[in-house]
Structures are given as structure tokens and as C-alpha cells.
T-cell receptor, first 110, second 117 residues
Framework: GQNIDQPTEMTATEGAIVQINCTYQTSGFNGLFWYQQHAGEAPTFLSY????GLEEKGRFSSFLSRSKGYSYLLLKELQMKDSASYLCAVSNTNAGKSTFGDGTTLTVKP | NAGVTQTPKFRVLKTGQSMTLLCAQD?????MYWYRQDPGMGLRLIHYSVGEGTTAKGEVPDGYNVSRLKKQNFLLGLESAAPSQTSVYFC????????????????FGPGTRLTVL
């Protein structure tokens, strides 16, 4: 089975940097995804890590350590529109199935 | 490209009624998934399909059935709806990177908000 843990809520200030952590235990590993989900909308893809290290995409970066079962999503220069839920998802080796964490609700304040 | 579409967007059922949710994708993706999302929770996989004519159970399959008669469509059926099935249902699709064996990110439909009274 798979178990994914991430904080339930976080608050940060506009213009600041925030790091959202995700730890996981999995019986198979085919990569880790981060998705963003605004209230009332569908999740949208943010980033993917399959090898250890940092992947950078504009204001968003994601880090993976497979040996530690740990990932984080780093959001820089926060904007009000970044207020959303961020879902960590681990893909196992079977048909690309992903197990999702419960999500971290990020509130960005002025 | 419409991406992933779902119908209907909203539905209210009475306990015991049946219904079918339709998911369609125009990206020629092999993999399709049905999830449910309850308030404050992540996505839980109901059923999935790795190709036309194939389906498999996810982590919460009880009370649901699925069919994938065409590659672009994935149907989710509730034979006898229960209040516990009140949720938001998301369909998603994905594809395998040619030659690499990795399955890429999932593309989600807009969701169906179902209430069972």
C-alpha cells in the first residue's frame, strides 16, 4: 500500500516563499507529482520528479529524495492567485496509478 | 482540443436511483481514471482503465461499475445510489511516454457534483 502525508493548511504572505512538504511510503515508485487545485475546480499538473534532486519551473520548484521518501514544493514570489490546495501524488509502477495525499490548503495574505 | 470533458456537471439523486457519468477525452490517451473527492480530502481512485476494453478496481470500487467500450470514453455507473456516494467525481486521463515506460501526468475533467438524498 501507499501512505502520503502533507500538512493540512499553511498561510504565507504575498511576495514571500513557502515550502510544502510531502512524505510518502510506497511499495513501488514511478515518480511523484504535484498538482494545484483551486476551490471548486479540477486539479492541474504542476511538476513531476522521478530522479533525486530539484526541478525548477519558473516560480515553482519541486525536490525529491527517494531514499528518504520525501518531496517538497517550493513556491517563490507568492501571489494571491497561488491560494489553492496543493496535492502530492505518488505513482506506482502499475498502470500509472497515483495515490494522492489529502492536499495542503495554502492561503496567501496581502 | 476539448481535453477531458464530463457530463453531467451536477446531479441530484434519490437513494436507490441509478445513473451513469460520462467521461470523454480527445487526446488519444490509453489510461483513464475515475476518482471521488470528499470535502477536505484528496482524490481516491474508484476504477481505472489501461486501454479500450479493460477496467480494474481502485481503492474504493464498491457500489460503482465502469466500462470502456471506446478508447475515448470511460463510463462510471452507480446502480443503486446511497447518501455515502455524495461527492465530487473527477475523471482523468494519461499516457505512457513512448520508449521510456513512464506514465505521465494526469489531465482532469471539470468534475461532476453528485448529491444523493
Amino acid at each position: 500500500g501507499q501512505n502520503i502525508d502533507q500538512p493540512t493548511e499553511m498561510t504565507a504572505t504575498e511576495g514571500a516563499i513557502v515550502q510544502i512538504n510531502c512524505t510518502y511510503q510506497t511499495s513501488g515508485f514511478n515518480g511523484l507529482f504535484w498538482y494545484q487545485q483551486h476551490a471548486g475546480e479540477a486539479p492541474t499538473f504542476l511538476s513531476y520528479n522521478v530522479l533525486d534532486g530539484l526541478e525548477e519551473k519558473g516560480r515553482f520548484s519541486s525536490f525529491l529524495s527517494r531514499s528518504k521518501g520525501y518531496s517538497y514544493l517550493l513556491l517563490k514570489e507568492l501571489q494571491m492567485k497561488d491560494s489553492a490546495s496543493y496535492l502530492c501524488a505518488v505513482s506506482n509502477t502499475n498502470a500509472g496509478k497515483s495515490t494522492f495525499g489529502d492536499g495542503t490548503t495554502l492561503t496567501v495574505k496581502p | 482540443n476539448a481535453g477531458v470533458t464530463q457530463t453531467p456537471k451536477f446531479r441530484v439523486l434519490k437513494t436507490g436511483q441509478s445513473m451513469t457519468l460520462l467521461c470523454a477525452q480527445d487526446m488519444n490517451h490509453e489510461y483513464m481514471y475515475w476518482y471521488r473527492q470528499d470535502p477536505g480530502m484528496g482524490l481516491r481512485l474508484i476504477h481505472y482503465s489501461v486501454g479500450e476494453g479493460t477496467t480494474a478496481k481502485g481503492e474504493v470500487p464498491d457500489g460503482y461499475n465502469v466500462s470502456r467500450l471506446k478508447k475515448q470514453n470511460f463510463l462510471l455507473g452507480l446502480e443503486s445510489a446511497a447518501p455515502s456516494q455524495t461527492s465530487v467525481y473527477f475523471c482523468a486521463s494519461s499516457y505512457r511516454e513512448p520508449g521510456l515506460g513512464l506514465v505521465n501526468e494526469q489531465f482532469f475533467g471539470p468534475g461532476t457534483r453528485l448529491t444523493v438524498l
